[in-house]
């Protein structure tokens, strides 16, 4: 018969240390399912919490460190059990609580905050209020398609005061008639859909300018300025973009590409001007070079986020200083130059940014 505890005022029988004790084992199933499996006390001390009787200082230790990781587990699970299946409902409105693109991003950790995100509708940073004849904003949105005769048709598509002054014979238009390019001012963002154009031009766009390029499309030149406020450009959509004209049809030479200038505004400063690339867009660009980011004040100015992967080189940073003689005693402020180079340290002509396969 087995023994009792001593001190066990309700007579509870002991099982002995040699006799089988069920243990449950929950299993996931699609009902409640409980199995029992048998096992000796000695075993399922050893799996759980260690020997109940200790014959040495490292058996000792051996079961007090089960103890403590069983306890972490026991406390742990639920808890990540919990966070995982926040972050699951989270994803589904599509919050990344966990930041885990940025954890998968071999590039970036994301494109970066830039100051003065909007076009400079009020025009703040305009040249011409130095001039002593400020006629108002000089932003400006502008592109230009060759028509049948070969001859270039341009037209606005923002159009500040100064260039209703200064070039009132361009019209402002909402683009092509047959919908291929739109701007949307809500959202400072210029759409392509299956466009064919010689030039995109943009001023005091504001850093948060985005080009969104849905079906394939053809631009011979991008320029994008700044003027000290601005000059970055956001590329976004899950179209392609090709950029370049051959200057001879028998020559592997191209002109175009995309061009950047930050430029030093009014302020003293010179722009914050990056190249921003999202995730599903294509870009195939020739020039000479390619890409170009002149006047920055941004030393990373280029920027393309996972699976995005680039070919045709890597990114190519030089440093500047502006030379302010006739302040000696005002820092001079320092600019960067920002492109793809080729395997010989030479800006590339041909590059590709392409999302990974």
């Known amino acids: 018969m087995a023994d009792y505890y001593s001190d066990n005022e309700y007579h509870i ?12 084992e929950h299993i996931p199933v699609e009902v409640d399912t409980v199995n029992e499996t048998s096992g000796t006390w000695d075993e399922y001390n050893e799996n759980y919490v260690g020997p109940l009787e200790a014959s040495s200082d490292e058996e000792i230790a051996r079961a ?12 742990l699970r639920p808890v990540a059990a919990i966070l995982v299946g926040v972050t699951a409902i989270m994803a589904s409105f599509g919050v990344d609580l966990l930041g885990l693109d940025y954890l998968r991003n071999d590039h970036i950790d994301g494109f970066p905050v830039l100051p003065n995100p909007d076009p400079d509708w009020e025009g703040e940073y305009d040249w011409s209020r130095d001039s002593g004849q400020y006629f108002g904003p000089e932003l400006y949105l502008r592109y230009s398609v060759e028509s049948e005769n070969g001859e270039f048709e341009y037209g606005y598509l923002v159009k500040g005061a100064t260039w209703e002054q200064y070039d009132p014979d361009t019209p402002v238009t909402e683009g092509p008639k047959d919908g291929s390019l739109r701007y949307d001012k809500a959202t400072n963002t210029l759409t392509l859909n299956n466009f064919n154009g010689s030039l995109i031009e943009a001023n005091m766009m504001g850093n948060a300018f985005k080009i969104e390029v849905l079906g394939d499309n053809q631009v011979d030149f991008i320029e994008i300025w700044g003027a000290g406020h601005s000059g970055s450009i956001t590329f976004t959509g899950n179209g392609t973009l090709t950029v370049g004209r051959k200057m001879n ?15 030093m505004g009014v302020t ?37 986020l996972d699976p995005i992967t680039l070919t045709g080189g890597t990114i190519l940073v030089q440093s500047s200083q502006e030379d302010r003689p006739d302040e000696p005693d005002h820092p001079e402020p320092v600019c960067y130059y920002v492109t793809i180079a080729d395997s010989e340290g030479n800006p590339s002509e041909h590059v590709i940014f392409a999302p990974g396969k």
Not at 64 to 75: A, D, F, P, V
């Open 249 to 263: 049809p028998d020559e592997e030479h191209y002109d175009g590409g995309i061009v950047l200038m930050g430029e």
């Open 64 to 75: 007090e460190e089960k103890r403590h990781s069983r306890l972490k587990q026991m406390i």
């Open 13 to 24: 029988p002991r099982l002995a240390l040699d006799e089988p004790v069920p243990v449950e």
């Open 268 to 304: 003293g400063e010179f722009a914050c001007a990056c190249l921003m690339v999202d995730r599903e867009v294509t870009l195939d660009i020739h020039g000479a070079p390619a890409i170009a980011i002149e006047s920055t004040a941004m030393e990373k100015a280029i920027y393309y």
